[in-house]
């Protein structure tokens, strides 16, 4: 098994290559740029920038106990 990467950067090369592999029946994956900006979901990204801005206390973890109470 071999892995070729290919960058293309507009659909219609893209297709040309996805029918071109489709006819010799080769198996193949793709990711769009847009796939990678989206790793992670907007409102969960959204929630913890919104967390850095309240106020937070910090914490002694050698001393744990102490620093909470």
Do not use: G, R
Not at 24 to 35: A, I, P
Not at 37 to 62: G, M, R, W
């Amino acid at each position: 098994m071999e892995i070729i990467i290919i960058k293309s950067t507009d659909s219609i090369t893209t297709q040309k290559i996805k029918d071109f592999l489709k006819d010799l029946k080769v198996t193949y994956k793709t990711e769009s740029k847009k796939d990678k900006e989206k790793l992670y979901d907007p409102a969960f990204v959204k929630k913890i920038l919104d967390t850095k801005s309240e106020k937070s206390v910090s914490v002694n973890t050698s001393n744990l106990w102490e620093s909470i109470l």
